[in-house]
């Protein structure tokens, strides 16, 4: 039965509900979940964790349950383009089976980037998320009715067994999907559109002859019967197939026998047993919450920005969502941080989500314009006549369009590149890089998330970025930044967020090659960075010229959403550091 009082409800079990629950439960907050279904996804759906979103579930611990969940890395190789799993090659685009990108991946995370289909990765987000006493989910129960007011929201609910009634809650997080009830309950409105509808075929066969040579994530499949993508998910016996359909037909017209008839043409050849587990339709949209609040409702993932799948960033979004949401909250819940600290969540996320909705539409449509679209309806008189001798000159044809195809499905710009800028940054005075999709340049400007550098702490191989805890913000100074760290020592306020404090640089505490830390970081040996619960930096100086408790407090202040000076009586005695002289 749900709990009649809580601080935070949240609306959606999926991964990014589910998600919230684990980092709200690992912060200690009270939350309860509602969903609707009986039970988690059977329909693998989406199944791209980027590596962002895996340093965020690092930091929660479950990054080691969902490498053993996903392909195995060896089976993660590229994306390849063929007339069938049995024809002929199209193309290739390279990504872990190439040194150098394999290198470069290697270089920007101490995590990487995994396909864990929903169907595996949502029981593990469930189980993590039901270990915390403060964690209450239910699933089978229906949320009928929301009604909000300035202190809190009222939840009106039906379980499946019939049981009805209502919960109390200060906040809720509504991660209930495209379709959100919530989202339409509180008057929050949407701008874009559709740009397709698709069928997901989820089968099993074993497919390992045809594959085994070719260890790739994505087949894209194009000859004269269909067009789609093929999805590997375990590297031979489960699998996807989506693709798109046009207009004048219906989801009704795709039953199991036509649907069996495509993927005989997709594997390209006979005597291979085909189980149809499950066959979805569903609608590729690219489309944006005009705001992802209302009062004390929050909007996240789906519900805020249903994205097209073409690019792997719609579970992503709403993970990143919910990580810069939930620091947001505990500060509030404490005390320690005033409620508008609350507006800056879509100040901050709806331009990164506004970026990825359009992204993801550019992936699909350059795709399209090569003669690639598997995703969107595909009558490109190529199809016709690709396979065999006759086909050669038409499959070079598309072959020239795929090298143009990267972003789409390699896209570390993309996913470590992105900023914040909102009232809680403290600007140092740089430009703003310009935004790559496939290229990512390191950069601690305030408002990017702090890069990774391997560095040796207690004995421990590790990142930098392990160091940044959910609770706490950290304090990163240089080897000579002695100055930071006694103004860190003066801050003594019981209104004031912990800080945690490190000393970065050759033989220190955290031990790494000061040289490259200064360079990573834009800072000096004199330096100090601020980093905020999420990863993302609030504050940096390059040297001490200007080293003390006042300018160190006054962005710990404003990174909190405080208004006004910071308060004086803060310059105290000591916080707790780590820092050792």
Excluded at 272 to 299: E, L, T
Excluded at 320 to 347: H, R
Aim: aromatic share 8%; hydrophobic share 35%; with cysteine.
């Amino acid at each position: 039965m749900p709990k009649a009082i809580t601080d935070v409800a949240i609306i959606g079990g999926g991964p990014v509900g589910l998600t919230a629950a684990s980092l709200l439960g690992h912060l200690g907050i009270d939350c309860t979940l509602f969903e609707r279904n009986k039970t988690t996804s059977f329909h693998p759906r989406g199944h791209v964790i980027n590596t962002r979103s895996m340093e965020i579930l690092r930091i929660i611990g479950l990054e080691e349950d969902i490498n053993n969940a996903s392909l195995p890395i060896e089976r993660h190789a590229g994306i390849g383009f063929f007339t069938s799993l049995a024809g002929d090659k199209i193309g290739v685009i390279e990504t872990r089976s190439n040194p150098e990108w394999r290198r470069i991946e290697q270089s920007q995370s101490p995590s990487l980037k995994r396909s864990c289909p929903q169907d595996r990765f949502e029981p593990i987000l469930r189980e993590h998320a039901g270990q915390y006493d403060t964690v209450s989910l239910h699933f089978d129960c229906n949320i009928n009715k929301l009604s909000k007011d300035d202190d809190g929201v009222g939840l009106e609910w039906q379980a499946g067994n019939g049981a009805t009634g209502t919960t109390r809650a200060k906040y809720v997080i509504a991660a209930d999907g495209p379709r959100s009830d919530t989202r339409d309950a509180v008057g929050i409105t949407m701008q874009g559109k559709s740009i397709g509808q698709q069928i997901g075929i989820y089968f099993h066969a074993d497919l390992w002859d045809l594959v085994k040579d070719r260890p790739y994530l994505l087949y894209w499949i194009f000859n004269a019967k269909t067009s789609g993508v093929l999805i590997s998910l375990d590297g031979r016996h489960r699998w996807t197939y989506n693709f798109g359909y046009s207009e004048d037909e219906s989801r009704e017209d795709f039953t199991e026998a036509r649907c069996l008839d495509l993927l005989r043409a997709v594997i390209g050849t006979s005597g291979i047993d085909i189980d149809i587990k499950n066959i979805m339709p569903w609608r590729m949209q690219a489309r944006i919450a005009d705001q992802m609040s209302a009062g004390r409702v929050f909007i996240a993932g789906d519900a805020a920005h249903p994205l097209p799948p073409t690019g792997g960033q719609g579970m992503n979004t709403g993970i990143t969502d919910v990580q810069n949401l939930v620091w947001k909250l505990n500060f509030v819940l404490q005390g320690k941080a005033p409620e508008n600290l609350l507006s800056t969540y879509t100040t901050e996320r709806r331009p990164v989500a506004s970026f990825n909705v359009e992204q993801s539409a550019r992936n699909a449509q350059a795709m399209a314009r090569k003669g690639l679209s598997g995703m969107l309806a595909n009558d490109s008189d190529l199809l016709a006549n690709l396979e065999g001798p006759k086909g050669a000159a038409n499959r070079a044809k598309l072959a020239e369009g795929i090298p143009e195809q990267r972003a789409h499905f390699d896209y570390p710009g993309q996913t470590f590149g992105f900023f914040y800028e909102s009232e809680l940054i403290t600007p140092d005075g740089t430009p703003a890089p310009q935004m790559e999709v496939v290229t990512y340049s390191p950069n601690a400007r305030p408002g990017h998330r702090a890069p990774h550098l391997p560095v040796r702490h207690k004995g421990r191989d590790m990142s930098v970025i392990d160091l940044f805890a959910l609770d706490a913000f950290t304090l990163l100074t240089g080897p000579d930044g002695s100055i930071w760290r006694a103004a860190a020592q003066q801050l003594d306020d019981d209104t004031l967020p912990a800080l945690n404090v490190y000393c970065v640089g050759d033989g220190q505490e955290v031990d790494a090659n000061t040289e490259s830390w200064c360079a990573l970081y834009g800072s000096s040996p004199r330096g100090a960075v601020l980093v905020r619960p999420d990863g993302h930096v609030a504050w940096r100086a390059t040297d001490d010229a200007s080293g003390d408790g006042g300018e160190l407090l006054a962005a710990l202040w404003r990174a909190t959403g405080q208004t006004g000076p910071a308060p004086t009586q803060a310059l105290g005695k000591k916080v707790e550091t780590d820092a050792r002289s």
